[in-house]
C-alpha cells in the first residue's frame, strides 16, 4: 500500500479519481493499491517562544535562539492564549494513521518551496522514516496527474528545495521574534512587529510617501512653434526646457509673424518592439493591478483557485519561460486561445506555423515554467476569475507572436537661432500589440506637443504660422501602487549604490514571486499602510515605525536581497544551512542591540471626558482605554472583532459616540464589509452602518 498525501482536499480528491481510490473515509480515500490524504496547508509550524522557555518578554532573554527548533501542531489564539488548532491536530491524527499503514510515500503537495515545507515538517513532526517519492507536475489535468505519477522522482532530489524552505522559516522566527519583542521593550508597545522582509518593504513605501511629500516643485517653460503645410500642421518643441521666466519670454518674443523655420533634419527608421514574455506570478499580478485594480493578494487568490480547476499551470512560479518540451503543446493551446470571443478576430491572422521563440528557452525555467493555460474549456468563472485567466490567455498569444513594426519619423529646424524637434511613431504592423489593441499603447506613439500630421523636406523653409509658451513643473515620484511596488520589490537591487550587493540583488530581489503579496497584505493587516484610490501611503503607526528603524540592519534592503540570493544558493547546493543561520543568528543579534538602544518618545496617554459617568477621565494607553473613575467602568479594547482601533478612531469615539467608516472588517466566510464602531446605549461598542443614499424621486 502507498500513502499520497496532496497540500489540500480539492487536490487529494483529484488524485484519488485519477489513480483510481474510490472508497471514502474521514479524510482519506483509498483503493487500488493507494491511501490519498492531505494536508490543510500548513498543519504543523515552528514552536512559538513560551515552548522554549521564553515566557516574559525582558531583555534579558535576547536574542532567543532556540537549540534546536522544534515543531508544534498548528496554533491559533484564544481567549486562553494559544492552543493547538482543533482541524490541525485532527487532520495529522489521520495522516499518521494513513502512513502508518503504508509502506512509502508519495509527496503530492504543491510543488514548490512552500510546498515541499508543508510535507517535510508534517513527516519530521510525526516521527517518519519510509522512504518517498515526488510527483511534480505544474497543473492538475488528468493528463499532468497521470504522467507525473508514471514518472515520479526521488524525494532526495527535493532536499536543497526543503533546506531553503526551512532555513528561510528559521530565519524569519529568528529575526522576526527578536525583533518584535526588542521593539515591544523599546517603545513600550506591544502593537508593533518587524519582519525580515515586510520592514525593508515597509522602508520603501515610507521613504517613497516622505519624498513625495516633501518635493519641491520647480517651474519651468516650454517653447512651441507650429508649422503648416497645406491643411495640415505639425508642432516642433525647443530641445531645451527654460529654467528661467525671462529667458523663455526673450526667447518667445524673438519669434514673430515674419519667422521662417529651415528644417535641416528629417530621418524616417523602421523599429520592432519585441513581444512581451510569458507571465510569471509577479508580472501577472503588475498588469491585473494596472489594468484591473486587482491587489496583489488577489490575483494570486484567483490564480490559485484557477490552477486548481485545472485550467491554467502552477501559478507561483518566477519563471517567464518554457522548456522545448512544453512549446510543443503551445499551437494547439494557441488554437484554442484563438477560438475565445476576445481574440478571435486577431485569430484570422495569426500564423501558428511560425511562432515568435523569445520565451523558449529551458535554461531559465525554475522549478517551474512561465504562466499558460491547459487547453481544459473554462466554465462558470466569476468576472475575476475570467478576467485573469484571460490576461494569462492573451498573454500567451502576444509572447508568440511577431514583433510590432513601427516607423519613427524624427524632423529638426531652426527658428531665430533657436533648435526644434518634433518626433512622432506610426505603427507600421501591430504584431503582438493587436493582441488587446488597448488606447494607452496607440497614445505612447502620438508625437510630442499636440501633435500634427505635415510632414517636411530636409532644407525646406517654412514659415512660422503661430508659437507659445507653456509653463510646467517637475513632479514627484509617484507612490508606490501594487504593480510598482511589486516591480521594487522584484528590482530593488538596481537603486542599491555598493556594486557587490548591486549583484547579488540583480536576480532575486526582496520576497519571492509566491510571498510578495502575502508580504503586502500583512502590511495592510497591521495597519502599516493603507490605500488611497490606487496608491499605498503609510499610516502614522507605519511611519512611526519606519523613523524609527529607518537606519538599522532591519530595513536595509541590500542585506534582505543578500539573504534572498542566499536562499537561492542552498537550493542549488551551493551554500551551508549551517552556514546560512549562523549568519542569520549573528543577524538577529545585532538587530537586537541596535532595537533595544533606541529611545521612542515617552508616548503620553491622552486623556478625554469619559463620556459615560461624565466625570472621570478616559486615559488612552496601548492596549486598552479606560477611564480614570473607579466607580464608571468603562473599558475599551483596542481590538475590535478583527480590527485594531487606532488613537484617532478611539478619539472620534470618545468624543462623538462614532468612529467615521473603517473599512476591511471580516463577516461570516470572510466577506469583507465597512462600518463605524459606535457606542450602544450601555457604552459597549456595535457596529454601526453607513444609511444607503436614497434614489432620485424616492
Known sequence: MKAIIAEKPSVGMDIARVVGATEKKDGYFTGNGYMITWALGHLVSLALPGTYGYTKTVAEDLPMIPEPFRLVARQVKTAKGMATDIAAGKQL???????????SIIVATDAGREGELIFRWIYSYLGYTKPFQRLWISSLTDEAIREGMANLKKGSEYDSLYAAADSRAKADWLVGMNASRALAIASGSANSSIGRVQTPTLAMICARFKENRNFVSTPFWQLHITLKQGDAHRQFVHTVDFKKKDEAETAYRSITSDSVATINKVERRRTFQQAPLLYDLTALQKDCNIHYDLPADKTLSIAQSLYEKKLISYPRTGSRYISEDVMAHIPALLEKVTEMPEFREYGLSFDCSNLNTRSVDATKVTDHHALIITGIAPEELSEAESVVY??????????????????????????????????????????WRGVFARSEDREKDEPEGNGGTAVFAEREEIPVMGHGLAQKKTLPKPLYTDATLLGAMENCGKEVSDEQAREALKDSGIGTPATRAAIITTLFKRDYIERSGKSIRPTEKGLYLYESVKEMMVADVELTGTWEKALTQIEGHTLDTDAFLLSIKGYAGKVTEEILRLKFPEQSAHAFACPKCRTGNVVIKSKVAKCDNEGCGLLLFRKFLNKELTDQHLEQLLSSGSTKLIKGFKGKKSVSFDAAVAFDEGFNLKLSFPKPKSGKGK
Do not use: H, N, W, Y
Open 93 to 103: 491524527k489521520i495522516i499518521d494513521e494513513v502512513f502508518s499503514k503504508c509502506d
Open 390 to 431: 484571460t490576461l494569462i490567455a492573451g498573454r500567451m498569444l502576444e509572447a508568440f507572436s511577431p514583433p510590432c513594426e513601427k516607423e519613427r519619423l524624427l524632423m529638426e529646424c531652426v527658428c531665430e537661432e533657436l533648435d526644434f524637434r518634433s518626433q512622432s511613431a506610426v505603427i507600421v504592423t501591430p504584431g
